[in-house]
């Protein structure tokens, strides 16, 4: 009789693998960081009026409304509906901008990590609520601001850098060294699917040509204080075809260690472009802060170091 | 030896595996239906044609007749659906919005003779080419 081991049968060599793409466990700080990060850009995206584009014409404002006045609120008229969800309720404009003003406040709570595990999920909820209230109201960012709080409001992305985790050690307590990764792959897989979607949908005449681009600036799109300067130096057919390689490069790079840094490089490139050329308010901030989920955690020693610096009493100032 | 697990774990990892699928699915689906109708919301298609367009609205009445109408546009439907204008969505964006604004129309019809809403949807993609020329009715043609 032979002594060899068996062979693991392919059906349990793929539920091993899944499970452990899905469930290892990991530490929680970069989840925790983009908790912080991806929140406040959240809050950002409701008070912020202006890009980088403009530098000058940044403004901040709150609430900043999607509908000005009464008269002008589409919902209360004409407006198409998400197909398969008309059966939202259409609230008065007055609800509606109560809502508006509520979503920054629970926005900013949940980057603090005050209260997380409530102020999230109202976040995403609300905020999900109103995309999906009228076609009017979709944009690329507002999509993935929803899909992304969706995934943290229900995360234990709290475990550090959050009032709630410096609460819990004032008590005592101390969140799991390590969570399953679960969160963090449905994140990692979102972003790759975006750029993958989004490269797909630009394999076409008008992007390998330049003509889009050529629209853009037609239509007056391109009006970036930088955009003369940028150019004056690359031509819109190369403009247009680094953004279609870039945006299906990054579909895959930031999932190969030897490909994350210069994946990261690309992607900054590709997203400081368009801030810099386009009115683009915060989808590349998005982006940025969503990168963090590639990169190694934080390595046990240090991370151990930090848990002890955080849970060390800081000396009062009286 | 295999490590046995708790069945409650097992049922926990189940369940976010089940969920984990229709997440990953639903975004699949809808960035493929976003290529195969040319509307690129919703689906992560982004910027894939600069198109430009204008709507022509009427009531079409039991004897065949046709009378323009302007729907009662407010803020951004009126950018969106009213005047002469631009999407990066793709042309199916149009196709999939304005039925859904007809419908809207069509409920509110000024007189029962009323038999559909139309949309004669003028388009031209990328400053290039003749202007193409589509009409989206509320009900569908087929249906009345």
Redesign the interface.
């Known amino acids: 009789m032979s002594d060899a081991p068996q062979p693991v049968p392919l059906p349990t060599r793929l539920r091993v693998a ?2 452990d793409f ?2 290892a466990p990991t530490g929680t700080r970069n989840l925790c960081l983009v908790r912080v990060l991806f929140g406040s850009v959240f809050v950002l995206r409701h008070v912020l009026k202006g890009g980088i584009h403009n530098p000058g014409a940044i403004s901040l404002r709150f609430p900043r409304h ?2 000005e006045s009464k ?4 919902l ?6 998400v ?1 398969g969800f008309e059966w939202l309720p259409v609230p008065s404009f007055e609800v509606f901008s109560w809502i508006e003003g509520a979503i920054p406040i629970f926005g900013a709570l949940f980057a603090m990590g005050l209260f997380t595990r409530i102020v999230g999920p109202l976040a995403a909820l609300s905020f999900s609520y109103v995309f999906l209230l009228s ?2 109201h ?1 944009w ?1 960012h507002a ?1 993935c601001l929803a ?1 992304v709080m969706m995934v943290l409001a229900f995360s234990p992305c709290a475990d550090h850098y959050s009032v709630d985790a410096w609460l819990l050690r004032r008590r005592g307590g101390r969140p799991p060294r390590t969570r ?1 990764i ?1 969160p963090k ?2 994140l990692q ?2 972003v790759s ?2 750029y ?3 490269f ?3 394999l ?1 005449t ?2 390998s040509t330049g ?2 681009l ?3 600036q ?2 007056g799109s391109l009006r970036g204080q930088v955009a003369p300067l940028v150019l004056a130096f690359v031509s819109l057919r190369t403009l247009s075809r680094f953004t279609v390689l870039a945006e299906g490069f990054l579909s895959f790079g930031l999932w190969v260690p030897k490909l994350r840094k210069p994946a990261i490089a690309v992607g900054v490139l590709l997203h400081l472009g368009i801030d810099l050329l386009m009115a683009v308010r915060t989808f590349s901030f998005q982006m940025y802060v969503l990168y963090l989920l590639f990169l190694d955690e934080p390595k046990e020693a240090d991370a151990a170091e930090a848990e002890s610096r955080e849970a060390t009493p800081r000396p009062s100032a009286a | 030896m295999a490590e046995r697990r708790p069945a409650t774990q097992s049922h926990r990892r189940l369940l976010l595996s089940l969920l984990a699928l229709a997440f990953i699915g639903a975004q699949v689906a809808l960035g493929i239906r976003g290529i195969a109708l040319d509307d690129n919301r919703y689906g992560w298609g982004m910027f894939g044609d600069d198109v430009h367009y204008r709507i022509h609205y009427a009531y079409v009445r039991g004897d065949g007749t046709r009378t323009p109408f302007r729907p009662d546009f407010r803020g951004k439907a009126k950018d969106y659906l009213g005047g002469p204008k631009r999407t990066r969505y793709g042309v199916g964006s149009l196709r999939t919005a304005i039925p859904m604004l007809l419908r809207h129309a069509y409920e509110r019809r000024p007189s029962p003779d009323v038999v559909a809403c139309e949309a004669m949807l003028v388009h031209q993609t990328n400053h290039v080419g003749p202007f193409e020329h589509e009409l989206l009715s509320y009900p569908p043609r087929g249906a009345r």
């Open positions: 899944l499970e899905l469930f999607l509908y008269e002008a609120y589409a209360a008229g004409n407006h198409p509906s197909p076609q009017l979709y690329h999509q899909v399953a679960f792959r449905l897989i979102t699917l975006l993958g979607f989004s797909l949908s630009k076409n008008g992007w003509l889009v050529l629209a853009f037609a239509d």
